[in-house]
């Protein structure tokens, strides 16, 4: 789930846990990940990224679909 967040989403749940969020795109995968491990701090990340993930899930298509 995390590997499908794109970067301005990682970096939202990086900078909510006070982490820092600069760097490529899989050096923030290992940082959410990392926070993920962390049990204080498991659910609360977990929450955040399906919040974030289901925003980016419930989006419409930036363009119309043909019907046919």
């Known amino acids: 789930m995390i590997a ?3 970067v301005n989403e990682l970096q939202t749940v990086l900078s909510m846990f ?3 969020k600069l760097g490529k795109k ?3 995968i290992q ?3 990392d ?3 962390t049990p204080a701090l498991q659910i609360q990340v977990a929450n955040q990224v399906k919040i974030l993930v289901g ?3 419930s989006r419409a ?3 119309s679909v043909p019907m046919r």
Request: with cysteine; hydrophobic share 30%.
């Open 18 to 20: 006070k982490m820092p």
């Open 26 to 28: 899989q050096e923030l």
């Open 61 to 63: 298509a930036p363009y």
């Open 31 to 33: 940082r959410c990940t």
């Open 35 to 37: 926070l993920l491990r």
């Open 55 to 57: 925003k980016n899930n």
């Open 4 to 6: 499908s967040m794109r």
